[in-house]
């Protein structure tokens, strides 16, 4: 297949060297934590202690409907032809998506057709030496016969500690498992019907009584534990009611996660496991109010989790067009902000979900409201992607594999290849950047003087937030041996 492309032999005959290919007869290795704490390398026979780069996609095919569906419309030769394709484009890990619908309906119970799926989706790609990331429940293909459903909903998460008691227990010591994540994108409801009680009874055990509870907001009205309500999402610098509901949150989300990784390590105790964050967990920016802050703090998180995920989209100023390096410039701040937070806490980071439009006459995302954008914009930004978090994180893994005509968003267009499978632009980049981090050990990141990101401030004021920005740009302007 390589024959007719040169470019494609150079390549390849890269990752062979790296070891990023391996025999179809051969074993995957188990990867692990490496002893540096901030990197992965593999553990087992045929390479143990080889630096390992999770470099690759999150997996749903066009033409399946939208949101991803995987499981309800599964191909089995199909999914073989893309992982084939996959190694060729220097993949090495597949992030894909479970559902209620395909594998978890009920209770206490998997559902047979799901995971026999999930069975023949981990052998094929066992065989083309590719690892699977599989990321939690979620609605994509219907959601399950109990309501409500949500990250704070206590039922709810005790059914989901049973599913992964499960579910990790079948795959036990399968080495094509790279890591679980817990959930795509969690975020901690702001105000929803099963969010005041537990902010009641959360209040009450932090300070014990009324008085101390008035004291500490400076509140002058009565309060009665049980009736407190939640405070409305609006600016107010280091208020102190603010900042508990925010820290509030910030406890549910721990105890999802702590909970979750807890009912995985019961089956499973040697399995990876993560979270993908949005990015508004670093609340550098906030899209409406401080009340996007997802509540699910990467150095609060860090101590239940064996490393950190982190999305990035472009939005710093509205979603980027591509119509002056000053917005793309302000982007990768923005970028480097966040995952410059996230890697503080010392553990290692991938970048598990990136990219953007482009290339297409009246793409749907926003309606066709955003200019054109072509293929060669989109390779030279998303480069810029993974040059700029390269060293705060230590893997990449592309929004999509393929562009996706069914999408209203910006998936649409995020693909490494067009609907047909022809690469783009972007596509023949990821290929090249496959091979230069292919098994090798990312130094950590060196840069200037950047501000500190004040976390109280942020999460009460959204122009904290804008401040904060600002000043991150400047001084990334300044540094200027990482930005001629």
């Known amino acids: 297949m390589f024959r007719n492309h040169p470019a494609l032999v150079v390549i390849v005959s890269l990752l062979l060297a790296a070891g990023q290919l391996r025999a179809a007869d051969q074993p995957l290795s188990k990867v692990k934590i490496a002893k540096d704490g901030r990197s992965f390398e593999t553990e087992t026979e045929p390479e143990p202690g080889r630096p390992f780069v999770p470099f690759g996609v999150n997996y749903y095919r066009p033409g399946t409907g939208w949101a991803p569906q995987v499981w309800k419309q599964f191909d089995a030769e199909a999914t073989r032809k893309d992982f084939a394709r996959m190694k060729e484009m220097g993949i090495n890990c597949v992030r894909v998506f ?38 939690g429940l979620d609605h994509w293909e219907g959601p399950p016969n109990w309501r409500p459903v949500a990250v704070a ?30 959930k795509n994108e969690p975020t901690i409801d702001w105000q929803t019907e099963i969010i005041p009680p537990q902010w009641n009874v959360w209040l009450e055990k932090k300070y014990t009584s009324i008085e101390k509870l008035a004291a500490a ?44 990784v807890a009912a995985i390590k019961s089956a499973d105790p040697e399995a990876l496991v993560t979270v993908g964050f949005l990015q508004t967990s670093v609340p550098s920016h906030f ?33 980027y067009e591509y119509k002056s390096e000053d917005d793309e410039l302000a982007n990768l701040a923005y970028l480097e902000s966040i995952v410059r937070e996230v890697a503080r806490v010392g553990k290692p980071v991938v970048l598990a979900e990136f990219g953007w ?87 950590p ?7 500190a990101l004040d976390w109280d401030a942020c999460l009460t004021s959204s122009e904290s937030t804008r401040q904060f920005r600002d000043q991150y740009l400047k001084d990334l302007l300044a540094d200027k041996p990482r930005w001629k």
Request: charged letters at 25%; aromatic letters at 16%; hydrophobic letters at 35%.
């Open 217 to 260: 907001w400076g509140a002058t009205n009565q309060l009665e534990f049980g009736k407190i309500p939640v405070p409305p999402p609006k600016n107010a610098l280091r208020d102190r009611q603010l900042l508990d509901f925010q820290s509030f949150r910030e406890y549910l989300a721990d105890e999802w996660t702590r909970r979750q």
């Open 357 to 443: 439009y482009g290339g297409a006459e009246k793409p749907k995302f926003d309606k066709g409201k955003h200019p054109v954008g072509t293929e060669e914009q989109q390779a030279k930004y998303l480069r810029r992607v993974v040059e700029t978090s390269a060293g705060f994180v230590v893997g990449w893994l592309n929004w999509g594999f393929y562009d996706h005509p069914d999408a209203t968003d910006c998936s649409e267009l995020t693909g490494l290849l067009r609907v047909d499978g022809t690469p783009k632009a972007w596509g023949r980049t990821f290929q090249q950047l496959s091979a230069r981090y292919a098994g090798t050990r990312i130094a």
């Open 445 to 451: 990141a060196t840069i200037g003087a950047r501000p």
């Open 98 to 135: 479970l559902s209620y619908g395909s594998f978890y309906t009920d209770p206490g119970v998997l559902k047979s057709e799901g995971v026999e799926k999930f069975d023949q989706f981990l052998s094929l790609a066992e065989k083309a030496g590719i690892y699977v990331h599989p990321a």
């Open 153 to 182: 909903d206590q039922p709810t998460l005790q059914f989901t500690e049973q599913f992964w008691k499960l579910f990790a227990a079948r795959y036990r010591g399968r080495h094509v498992i790279f890591a679980y994540d817990l």
């Open 287 to 319: 899209w409406g109010s401080i009340a996007d802050y997802a509540g699910f703090r990467p150095e609060r998180q860090a101590k239940f989790l064996d490393f950190l995920e982190i999305h990035f989209y472009p939005l710093a100023r509205g979603a």
